[in-house]
């Protein structure tokens, strides 16, 4: 008698127990839910969340580093909203390419372009659409070589060497037709006297002079032309080859020398192709009397009140050589033909003659 008293009591209490579990549990989901809809409002034009907030958070979580000396979030601070993957933060194939030119500016834009909150770039250079080795590896691999990223988030890749390879227009259309493509372009002969430049600190001062490295004869009057320096300058026939593919307005020339002597329009002008709120304007530089050009503002919320300087490595902006200016001269003659047709193609005069 008494036990079956003692094992009604039990029964009861387990029963109470479970009731008002499934009653908290309830309660937390509605308050939970009434708290999501208040903090994240949907937006009229898309049928995700408001996240600006929350991406503007998640780029001041100081990052930690792989293996491979790559940044990384810390995984435990990331915001993820499983609803339908609206906010699914993950790495995604670029929706912009900065393909060119060698030596133009494209470290700079890349740089300056990191800055805006909703830009997630590629830190390294990837080479995957002009080197077999690396294309033969599919886009899985590609895709992990880029920044994560949430899907209102543009993500942009920078390999300069893309413009001027025959392949690589036909690659990239077929990894995605809609693609965005940057290409900065400098006067080609600066150009071609600044990659001799680089070349010729590589090879550590032993490399032959450049009136030597880009003519053929003694007198140096007759122009190596198939030599990769000077071909690189002929912008026009690398264009050709990527508006068969492309149509123009998918394409933006960047002025190479504007970047550097006034970046600030060219650079919202990179803002409005791609289709980015304004953000970048006078306050994100500063003038470095050493290096003799701007260089971006130490960013808001860096440790130490900014540290890193934002200024190029000291390998940009190297000196160039003296040249002889009949070389120069020889070098703008075979330009200036080549300089007009690109000009007309593009719309735009960049007056290096």
Not at 44 to 53: C, V
Not at 84 to 107: C, H, S, Y
Not at 217 to 230: A, E, F, N, T, Y
């Amino acid at each position: 008698m008494i036990r079956r008293m003692y094992r009604r009591r039990f029964f009861c209490l387990v029963s109470v127990f479970l009731i008002t579990a499934v009653l908290c549990c309830l309660i937390y989901e509605r308050v939970r839910s009434e708290k999501l809809s208040t903090v994240l409002p949907r937006t009229e034009s898309s049928h995700g969340y408001d996240m600006s907030p929350y991406v503007q958070l998640l780029k001041t979580i100081p990052p930690f580093w792989d293996e491979n000396g790559d940044a990384i979030q810390n995984t435990e601070d990331i915001l993820y909203i499983d609803a339908e993957n609206e906010m699914e933060w993950k790495r995604r194939l670029p929706n912009a390419l900065v393909i060119g030119v060698r030596k133009g500016g494209t470290r700079a834009v890349l740089d300056f372009l990191s800055r805006h909150p909703n830009v997630r770039v590629c830190p390294r250079e990837t080479h995957f659409f002009d080197r077999q080795d690396n294309y033969v590896l599919g886009l899985d691999w590609y895709r992990e070589q880029m920044a994560m990223s949430f899907p209102n988030e543009i993500t942009i890749e920078k390999t300069p060497a893309y413009f001027v390879i025959d392949d690589v227009p036909n690659r990239v259309f077929r990894m995605s037709p809609s693609l965005k493509l940057l290409v900065v372009v400098r006067d080609p002969t600066i150009r071609a006297i600044s990659d001799y430049a680089q070349l010729f600190e590589k090879a550590n001062g032993t490399l032959r002079s450049f009136e030597e490295y880009i003519t053929e004869d003694p007198q140096h009057r007759i122009l190596r032309k198939m030599s990769s320096i000077v071909t690189t300058g002929i912008y026009v026939d690398h264009l050709n080859r990527w508006l068969k593919y492309f149509p123009l307005e998918q394409i933006h020339f960047i002025n190479g020398e504007e970047l550097i002597k006034n970046p600030v329009p060219e650079m919202q002008a990179v803002e409005k192709f791609l289709g980015l709120k304004p953000f970048i304007d006078e306050n994100l530089f500063y003038y470095n009397e050493t290096k003799g050009f701007l260089c971006l503002a130490p960013a808001a919320g860096m440790k130490g009140g900014g540290g890193h300087s934002g200024c190029l490595s000291e390998s940009k902006g190297r000196p160039h050589p003296s040249v002889d200016e009949d070389v120069v001269t020889l070098l703008r003659d075979f330009y200036a033909p080549l300089n007009e047709k690109f000009y007309r193609a593009v719309g735009r005069n960049f007056d290096w003659d």
